[in-house]
């Protein structure tokens, strides 16, 4: 959190200076943080958590272009009778008001 600040507080302080000499510092601040965090407990086992998510990705079996477009059109029309049926319980609960107030 501190080389957060310190990348803010360093940004503003060397506005005049090149841009990018300015995102060169803060590159190296964000290298400077994980690398420090590397060095915890706690980093150390969000990099081991971050390696074993990478390797299930690559196991998941993504659909075919046809299987999404199957499953979108599926999601649309049932989008579609929902929303029809909500319009009649909308639209019946509207006349049933009106004929009670009047």
Avoid: C, H
Wanted: proline share 1%.
């Amino acid at each position: 959190m501190a080389f957060i600040g310190l990348g803010v507080f360093g940004n503003w302080y060397y506005q005049d200076e090149s841009l990018l000499f300015r995102i060169l510092g803060l590159i190296g601040a964000a290298i400077a943080t994980v690398g420090i965090a590397l060095q915890t407990e706690r980093g150390r086992a969000t990099w081991s958590l971050l390696k074993e998510s990478r390797s299930e990705i690559r196991r998941v079996v993504w659909p075919t272009r046809q299987e999404t477009l199957q499953t979108t059109m599926i999601v649309m029309v049932l989008i579609l009778v929902f929303a029809f049926i909500l319009w009649l319980l909308d639209s019946g609960l509207s006349w049933v008001v009106s004929t009670v107030i009047g």
